[in-house]
C-alpha cells in the first residue's frame, strides 16, 4: 500500500482541496518512549511490529509554520537556519508535504523552531511531523480528528503518531494492511509527580538514522525474535503501574525495556551504539544511586542522550548529582 493511498482514504474528498489559510502554525511535543517501537512490518507507511508506549514532554517540541510563498521552491528554515533543499531533512519533509498537493504547489516556507537538539536521539523528527501535520490541518481546514492526524503523521515518522497526543500515548501496532489501526491513542491517566530529565551529552547529529538501525536490527539480530514478547510484558507492567502509581515498576520496566532493545541493536551485525562514554558513565551513576536508595532509572533512544526518570521530591537529589539536568515534568499545566 502506498501513502498516498492512505491519504485518499483519509482525506477522501479534501484531498488535494485548494488551501483554506494563507498561513498556519502549530506545535507538537516531544515524545520518550517507555516501551519502545524498535521495527518495521512495513517501511513504506512504518508500521511497526509491536506497539508501543511513551510520555509526551509537555513544553519540549517544535512549532512549524507553514506560509505559502508563491514561489517556484519550498524552502525551510530550523531555528531560522536556511535548510539546503539537497538535504535528506529537507527531501523527507518535502516528500510529506506532496502527499498533499499537485504537482508540488503550492510552495510553502516552513519555519520549524525547536527548543531541542535536532536528531539527537531526543524524538525531533517526532515532533516535527507531528508539528508538520497538526499545521496543514489548519491551513487546508481538514478538522480531521487526532486518531487520523496520528496516522498521517506516521507517514512521516513512525514516533511521530505519539506526538499528536500530551501525557501518556499507546501507539496500538494494528493488523491492517493499510495501517488505518495503528495510531497514537491517548491514555487519560495522569502521572503529576513525574519527572524526566533531559542529560544532553554530545549535540552531534548520528551517523546511522534510526530508520536504517531498526531494519539492521530486525534482519540480522539473533537476539530480536525475543523482542515483541518483551513489548508485551512491559506494556502489560507498564500500564498496571500507571494505574497503581508504582514508580518503582515504572521506571524498573522502562529502562529494562531500553536496555533490551539496545542490547538488539549491539548484537545486529554490523553492530549498532549509539553510546559514548558519558552513556555509559550516567548509566553507571544511576545504578550506584539506586544501590544507594535513590528512585531513579533511565532511558536511552537512538542517541547517546540519556533521559531520566524519577519523582517530583527528588528533584534536589537528581539536581546535585547531575548538574546539567534539564528537568521536565510531563503533566505540569502550562
Ligand atoms: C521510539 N525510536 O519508540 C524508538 C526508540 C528510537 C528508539 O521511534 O523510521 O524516527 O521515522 O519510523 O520514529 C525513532 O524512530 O523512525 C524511534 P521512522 P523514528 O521512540
Known amino acids: 500500500v502506498k501513502k498516498s493511498e492512505v491519504v485518499r482514504l483519509i482525506l477522501k474528498e479534501r484531498w488535494r482541496a485548494a488551501p483554506y489559510h494563507l498561513q498556519a502554525n502549530a506545535y507538537a511535543p516531544i515524545n520518550i518512549a517507555l516501551c519502545k517501537y524498535w521495527g518495521k512490518r512495513d517501511q513504506e507507511l512504518n508500521l511497526p511490529l509491536t506497539s508501543s508506549f511513551s510520555i509526551s514532554l509537555n513544553n519540549h517540541g517544535a512549532t512549524t509554520e ?3 510563498n508563491g514561489k517556484e521552491n519550498d524552502e525551510i528554515f530550523v531555528n531560522d537556519i536556511l535548510i539546503s533543499e539537497d538535504s535528506v531533512f529537507s527531501k523527507r519533509l518535502i516528500d510529506f508535504l506532496d502527499l498533499f498537493r499537485h504537482d508540488h504547489f503550492p510552495r510553502f516556507t516552513m519555519i520549524i523552531k ?30 480531521l480528528p487526532k486518531d487520523k492526524l496520528s496516522i498521517l503523521a506516521r507517514l512521516g515518522s513512525g514516533s511521530a503518531c505519539r506526538s499528536i497526543w500530551d501525557g501518556f500515548v499507546e501507539w496500538q501496532v494494528g493488523v491492517s494492511a493499510d495501517g488505518m489501526d495503528s495510531y497514537g ?9 513525574l519527572c524526566v530529565g533531559l542529560l544532553i551529552m554530545s549535540l552531534q547529529e548520528k551517523n546511522l538514522s534510526s ?16 523482542w515483541p514478547n518483551k513489548v508485551t510484558h512491559d506494556l502489560f507492567i507498564l500500564k498496571q503501574a500507571i494505574c497503581d502509581n508504582d514508580f518503582n515498576s515504572l521506571g524498573k520496566t522502562a529502562e529494562s525495556n ?18 559514548i562514554p558519558e552513556t555509559l558513565h550516567a548509566m553507571h551513576t544511576v545504578w550506584k544511586l539506586r544501590d544507594q536508595g535513590l528512585a531513579i532509572y533511565f532511558t536511552q533512544d537512538a542517541g547517546p542522550n540519556i533521559k531520566l526518570l524519577f519523582q ?22 502550562i
Not at 507531528?130 to 489548519?138: F, H, I, N, Q, R
Not at 531500553?258 to 553510546?275: F, G
Open 66 to 68: 507553514l506560509k505559502i
Open 114 to 143: 525547536t527548543n531541542i537538539p535536532i536528531a539527537a536521539g531526543l524524538a525531533s523528527s517526532a515532533c516535527g511531523f507531528a508539528a508538520m501535520t497538526l499545521a496543514l490541518d489548519k491551513l487546508f481546514n481538514w478538522q
Open 258 to 275: 531500553a536496555t533490551t532493545m539496545h542490547a538488539t541493536m549491539l548484537s545486529a551485525w554490523p553492530p549498532v551504539s549509539y553510546a
Open 185 to 193: 491513542i491517548a491514555i487519560p491517566n495522569k502521572w503529576p509527580d
Open 312 to 333: 517530583k521530591n527528588d528533584i534536589q537529589n537528581v539536581r546535585e548529582h547531575f548538574a546539567a539536568v534539564d528537568i521536565v515534568e510531563p503533566f505540569l499545566e
Open 211 to 226: 530508520r536504517e538501525a531498526m531494519q539492521r536490527t530486525v534482519m540480522t539480530s539473533p537476539l530480536y525474535q525475543a
